[in-house]
């Protein structure tokens, strides 16, 4: 057997790294404190020292002193003493350590290898699934699925912070907001919403929720065009539409000119040199990575999410998710109970932001119940799970207000259908607010632009629709006008 075969063999372990964990604790017991949190007794790979430390374990639960002699009486009362390994065993941990200050770095090494045994097993199993399971490849996928994202819950350990760690830190920003009279966040462009917010939070789980054709992609794609023109990094996860159908709505929003007649070339070389060339410019200079999988994964965003962080020089400001419950999930219990799956949903995403410590904007749809009842939705609304409300923090509603019905005048036929307004009068609806005031934000939407504004005032008259050399009469009847009005 050569070298690597032995290697392939022998499951990941570092004996040196388990024998001075237990040492230091016997030198200074106080360390236990330090690192339960990091490690357990499953995490050691010799029976004898899986043994000894879950002994220590209980020991100090229990708040007993913990020495040489005190774990040497307790194990010869347990009868336990000689599986161990003996006195000569515990003298030998005792002797060999090299420092109790370094148990936490002990334990971390402890726990990594366990870690990489657990993958190890992991590969042994896939391939055992692979070869004799009966099940099916979409199975034996969401089988080991669940269980490696189970394993990368439990990858990191952050310690306890205390206060005189971030005085430091709270001064600098504040310092630094003084100074710039800005946001402690991201700003998303609407000036209201970041009065409410402070813009979006670092780790803030926000969802924008809407009933389908109501605008929560434009409204994304809005925001992620401030953030973007602003030098930050989007990462967008998109469910439903292609990069190029985004980028496209891009290009209408920041060009002014309808998609509908990009796409049929219907535009002047003027146009072209005029509006096109300089907003395919400005896209150009956009850092933004678009992530097209239909069938992406909780664990598969997580995945891409960390890639994207260690291949980009500005790492990533905000994550957007288009949307919710177009997210495949690796659980079993996914075809048992889809509240609990989108649950599940719901919890890695908001700890994918804490991890990345980015803003996560999730777009979510709603029930129909606000709809059937003629009213403005309301949390309960949120569609398939309440876990979505206890996991946000901040839970934002788009809803369009209906116009009211015009007086006919007399001699009108009632049946003539009144065309609906180029821009829509919307409701930004900031229903939850864990960390500030909630409320509600009044907009205009442009829909051949598929661009919000706050106040009518806001506007900048940059549309272009009546140009010469182009059509202006355009059935918005017609088939081929649908894409242009999902929103």
Not at 195 to 220: E, H, W, Y
Not at 271 to 291: H, K, S
Not at 326 to 342: H, K, P
Not at 397 to 414: D, M, N, S, W, Y
């Amino acid at each position: 057997m050569n070298e690597n075969e032995e290697k392939a063999k022998t499951p990941p372990f570092s004996q040196a790294a388990e024998e001075a964990l237990l040492g230091a604790v016997l030198l200074e017991s106080d360390v236990m404190a330090d690192i339960v949190d990091i490690v357990g007794s499953s995490d050691f790979y010799r029976p004898q020292n899986k043994k000894i430390f879950e002994h220590l374990t209980k020991m100090w639960e229990n708040r007993e002193p913990i020495d040489i002699i005190t774990l040497q009486e307790s194990l010869k009362e347990k009868k336990t003493l000689i599986k161990v390994g003996g006195a000569v065993y515990l003298d030998q941990l005792f002797d060999n350590v090299p420092s109790s200050q370094n148990a936490k770095r002990y334990a971390g090494i402890v726990h990594k290898m366990a870690l990489r045994r657990e993958i190890a097993n992991l590969g042994q199993n896939l391939i055992d699934l692979a070869v004799d399971s009966p099940e099916t490849s979409e199975k034996i996928m969401d089988v080991v699925g669940q269980k490696f994202f189970s394993l990368t819950q439990l990858e990191s350990v952050k310690d306890n912070v205390k206060m005189k760690e971030m005085i430091v830190e709270l001064q600098e920003n504040i310092e630094r907001l003084m100074k710039d009279k800005g946001y402690s966040g991201l700003e998303t462009g609407f000036r209201r919403l970041d009065n409410m917010l402070g813009g979006f939070q670092k780790s803030d789980f926000i969802i924008l929720a809407a009933r389908p054709s109501v605008g929560k992609t434009a409204m994304a794609l809005n925001i992620l065009e401030e953030v973007t023109r602003n030098g930050g990094h989007v990462l967008f996860f998109s469910l439903e539409m292609s990069a190029q159908q985004l980028a496209m709505r891009l290009l209408t929003s920041i060009s002014g000119i309808n998609s509908q007649r990009i796409r049929r070339g219907n535009i002047t070389r003027d146009v072209m040199d005029e509006n096109i060339m300089p907003a395919l410019a400005i896209m150009d200079g956009m850092n933004i990575t678009f992530n097209e999988n239909a069938t992406i994964s909780p664990l598969g965003i997580r995945s891409e999410a960390r890639k994207c962080m260690l291949k980009s020089e500005n790492k990533i400001d905000l994550v957007i998710i288009d949307y919710i419950q177009l997210i495949s999930s690796y659980s079993a219990r996914r075809q048992d109970n889809r509240v609990q799956e989108v649950s599940d949903i719901s919890r890695a995403l908001k700890s994918l932001g804490r991890e990345l410590n980015v803003p996560i904007l999730a777009l979510s749809q709603l029930s129909r119940a606000s709809e059937k009842e003629n009213r403005e939705p309301v949390l309960s609304d949120l569609r398939e799970s309440g876990a979505l409300e206890q996991d946000s923090d901040v839970v934002m509603f788009l809803h369009r207000v209906t116009p009211r019905a015009k007086k006919k005048k007399p001699g009108e036929a009632q049946d003539v259908q009144e065309e609906e307004p180029k821009i829509l009068d919307m409701k930004l609806i900031v229903a939850k607010h864990r960390n500030g005031p909630t409320g509600v934000i009044k907009m205009k939407f442009e829909k051949r632009r598929t661009k919000f504004f706050v106040e009518t005032q806001e506007q900048e008259d940059v549309f272009v629709d009546d140009v010469p050399g182009m059509d202006s009469d355009i059935d918005d009847s017609s088939t081929d006008q649908i894409d242009e009005y999902e929103f």
